[in-house]
């Protein structure tokens, strides 16, 4: 038997047998430790790198061309600049996630398969031009692992992490110089945390929500009728939670003050014709903004740790088409990858991320004063492998699998209040 495996049978039997209290307060720590890191995470669907309409089409590559409702909230928000009428929209994208962890040294070996969506409603005007506003609400919902128990493997209690994540964007930008557009986001949020999770004292769990912040701002230029270039930034974020919990039977309070990465994406949007549009794009993240953010138990300060130990920035790239096959119907196509950003000592099954590469295809239509976008989109996830060397509580294989996501989006265009058009086409790529 290898050493490493003797260490992990090692761990095993100490869980097994129990501690002294102190000992079973230590481990319980370094568990919470692993199993608290629920909230985004774009490898593990949390986050996904788009929210549905055309955006999702474009493999979320909108940086540069943000022309509906999801890629101004979650890219850029100067593209709410130029938006002529009064828009209203409403979407909904969602995917199975499928996750399996396996232990080969203790026998543990288990499914999660959840379905995560994320809504977007949507409002925007010209009617204060040149000014331009618009007000968003979206988030993910049902984002969760969830492993059964197995006491044949000294895995007593189920993992569970589930996360909701909603939040409001208010838009307002202008062109401040001819082919220059600025946008800027308040972004407040509301989230809930639940927990579960085996332990020596018991089963630890909780379940805290609260309300937050963050913002975000961005810029387009026409450096031509065919070229523009997107820039965008999106601040570091905090939310507040706070909520009940327990550790074994004992009552507890349980809190923290989570922090958000900030992030920043350079793209560009380029018409080589008349029908085609093509856009790139790279998004840098501060993942390790997360490390930031300490869960702290009134009863039971020993369990106070790091909401995240070790994280590593990451960078998401991509590209997109989209094709306009005639006056009434477009299509989009994507692609886009982002390295996983946890390092193995912080992983766990109640949240792992992997690498992803991502797939999106879809169809705009266009009719009168009506868009309908109907897309879909694959990730593939690489498995990630974690040793006794990474981590002692929690090695094993880790896999990821989504099925393919979903989204439909409606908008309904109100006449124009503006006196003046937009009139460069890659201004408004796609019609709505």
Do not use: C
């Not at 999702?56 to 509906?68: I, K, Y």
């Not at 701002?217 to 919990?245: A, C, E, F, K």
């Not at 490390?291 to 997109?320: C, K, M, W």
Request: no cysteine; proline share 6%.
């Amino acid at each position: 038997m290898r050493l490493e495996d003797k260490k992990g049978l090692s761990v095993v039997r100490w869980i097994r047998r129990g501690a002294t209290r102190n000992s079973a307060l230590r481990f319980s720590a370094a568990l919470l430790t692993l199993t608290a890191s629920v909230p985004p995470a774009h490898a593990s669907m949390l986050q996904p790198p788009s929210i549905g309409g055309r955006d999702t089409g474009l493999s979320g590559n909108a940086v540069a061309a943000p022309s509906d409702a999801p890629s101004i909230l979650s890219h850029n928000a100067a593209g709410v600049v130029g938006q002529p009428g009064t828009v209203v929209s409403a979407g909904l994208i969602g995917a199975t996630l499928t996750g399996r962890y396996r232990h080969a040294v203790i026998g543990y070996d288990q499914k999660s398969s959840e379905t995560p969506f994320a809504p977007v409603l949507w409002v925007s005007s010209d009617r204060l031009a040149p000014w331009y506003v618009g007000a968003g609400l979206y988030g993910t919902v049902g984002s969760s692992f969830n492993f059964a128990a197995q006491p044949s493997a000294g895995i007593p209690e189920r993992f569970l992490a589930e996360l909701g994540l909603i939040q409001a964007g208010f838009v307002i930008g202008r062109e401040i110089v001819p082919g220059l557009r600025l946008g800027v986001q308040a972004a407040p949020a509301w989230g809930r945390i639940r927990m579960r999770a085996p332990s020596p004292l018991g089963a630890v769990h909780f379940d805290i929500d609260g309300f937050g912040i963050s913002g975000a701002t961005g810029l387009l230029y026409d450096l031509s009728q065919q070229i523009t270039l997107g820039l965008s930034y999106r601040s570091p974020g905090v939310v507040y939670l706070r909520g009940d919990g327990a550790v074994a039977d004992e009552d507890e309070d349980v809190s923290i003050n989570l922090h958000t990465p900030q992030s920043a994406g350079v793209g560009i949007a380029h018409r080589p014709t008349r029908r085609l549009l093509v856009t790139a794009q790279a998004i840098w993240t501060d993942y390790p903004n997360f490390e930031n953010g300490v869960f702290r138990f009134e009863r039971y300060p020993l369990l106070n740790r790091q909401f995240i130990s070790d994280a590593r920035h990451t960078v998401r790239y991509g590209i997109g088409l989209e094709y306009e096959i005639t006056e009434w119907l477009r299509m989009q196509t994507g692609f886009t990858r982002e390295g996983w950003m946890m390092e193995a000592s912080s992983l766990s099954p109640l949240l792992y991320d992997t690498t992803d590469t991502g797939f999106g295809v879809g169809l705009g239509i266009v009719h009168d004063r009506w868009t309908i976008y109907v897309n879909t989109g694959i990730a593939l996830m690489e498995d990630r492998l974690v040793s006794t060397a990474d981590q002692l509580l929690f090695p094993g294989r880790y896999e990821l699998e989504s099925s393919p996501g979903v989204s439909v989006a409606v908008a309904y265009r109100f006449p124009t209040a503006a006196a003046q058009s937009v009139a460069p086409s890659v201004r408004q790529p796609l019609p709505r």
